[in-house]
């Protein structure tokens, strides 16, 4: 049994309601008591096409029973399920989406595959990612990273405007 962090977003539809789903949906996967989310939080698109509306995102965490390769088939279902296509059948990289699971962390694992990385490679440089998470986890060291997530979030240069706490209840 692992930890996991799965980071959630979604700019499409009725974005609690994407947010609530996925969560719902997550929480059949725990293999625990254990679960920890953030609050949601309003944010400015990063790296997505121009005009496409801000996003909201959330960090939930749980034990997960199964290898990190289940874990991912389990995010890529998760989101079909709820509608996101393929990036590449929609002709643009980071299109808007009903809803997008990425896993942050399984527990002290990591990997390095064509499918799969883990530590997720660009958690640290994401404040939309890192903030949710520090609410959580402020005290979380990654694999092979020196600083708690907190120092990280502390230390973040990054051009991402501030995040909007829409609800911390959900």
């Excluded at 996003?55 to 079909?80: M, Q």
């Excluded at 399984?106 to 520090?134: C, N, W, Y």
Aim: hydrophobic residues 40%.
């Amino acid at each position: 049994m692992h930890e996991v962090a799965i980071a959630l977003g979604t700019n499409l539809g009725d974005r609690l309601s994407e947010l609530q789903e996925a969560r719902s949906a997550l929480q059949d996967l725990r293999a625990s008591d254990n679960w920890a989310q953030s609050s949601i939080y309003a944010t400015a698109p990063v790296g997505c096409p121009p005009g496409s509306p801000d996003f909201y995102n959330a960090v939930v965490i749980f034990d997960f029973n199964g290898t990190p390769h289940e874990l991912l088939t389990a995010c890529k279902a998760l989101e079909h399920h709820q509608g996101r296509l393929i990036d590449s059948s929609q002709g643009e990289i980071n299109a808007p989406r009903p809803i997008d699971a990425d896993i942050l962390y399984f527990g002290a694992d990591r990997i390095a595959s064509e499918k799969l990385t883990i530590p997720h490679p660009r958690m640290t440089q994401r404040r939309f990612v890192l903030e949710p998470l520090a609410e959580v986890r402020p005290d979380l060291i990654l694999p092979q990273e020196h600083k708690s997530i907190s120092e990280l979030l502390e230390n973040l240069d990054s051009p991402e405007p501030p995040l909007t706490l829409i609800t911390k209840d959900w």
